[in-house]
């Protein structure tokens, strides 16, 4: 490989200006992003004033139904996989390989562990609303459709993709929120010795 054959780099070897503003860019938005993590509640506020907004600006354009339809699809895709474990427990059902969810009353407690976190959620969806709201800025997204209809198909495919999610839930025992580890008290402990 020549001298300036690298990605981002000027002839000299030096990095290009447009690289080292791209790479500066980045590093400012990590570390915003970093230091959001720990404000769980405000990130989600914010995260649905700026659904909000979008709506109002969707209810006043009277248009770009399908790019909301497209962004209930995407939310609702990644809500799916915020309830979903991370080793799929149908997968495990037959081989004893890996951590699994306790099944029994008396199994040692296992958190529950996400197939997506909820800070990439929360990203994620936040990312998901900004695309969209740029989307509205440009009439070629702005496909006319009947929009009571598209309402009814994502009522019906909500409906039909919790219910399998449900299922699944019930039919493996977990739940998909963790509060902690168990915690005993003295009582049953004393139970448990005079036995």
């Avoid at 290009?16 to 989600?44: C, E, H, N």
């Avoid at 915020?82 to 059902?93: A, G, Q, T, Y």
């Avoid at 019930?170 to 009582?187: A, D, L, Q, V």
Wanted: charged fraction near 20%; glycine fraction near 6%.
């Amino acid at each position: 490989m020549s001298e300036g054959d690298s990605v981002g780099e000027s002839v000299h070897g030096k990095p290009s200006a447009a690289y080292r503003f791209i790479t500066r860019l980045g590093q400012v938005y990590q570390s915003w992003l970093d230091k959001s993590t720990p404000y769980t509640a405000m990130r989600w506020v914010v995260t649905l004033g700026l659904s909000f907004v979008y709506m109002v600006r969707v209810y006043l354009l009277q248009g770009w139904y399908i790019v909301t339809y497209a962004l209930g699809i995407y939310h609702l895709n990644l809500f799916i996989a915020f309830l979903s474990p991370k080793v799929d427990p149908s997968l495990l059902e037959d081989s004893d390989d890996g951590p699994s969810l306790p099944t029994k009353q008396n199994e040692e407690f296992r958190p529950f562990i996400r197939r997506l976190p909820e800070f990439k959620f929360w990203h994620a969806a936040t990312k998901g609303i900004l695309v969209a709201m740029v989307c509205t800025f440009f009439e070629a997204f702005n496909v006319p459709v009947f929009w009571p209809i598209l309402v009814m198909y994502f009522i019906m495919l909500f409906c039909i993709t919790m219910k399998r999610q449900i299922k699944h839930m019930i039919k493996y025992r977990y739940i998909p929120f963790t509060h902690g580890k168990r915690r005993y008290t003295g009582k049953e402990e004393a139970k448990t010795f005079a036995s």
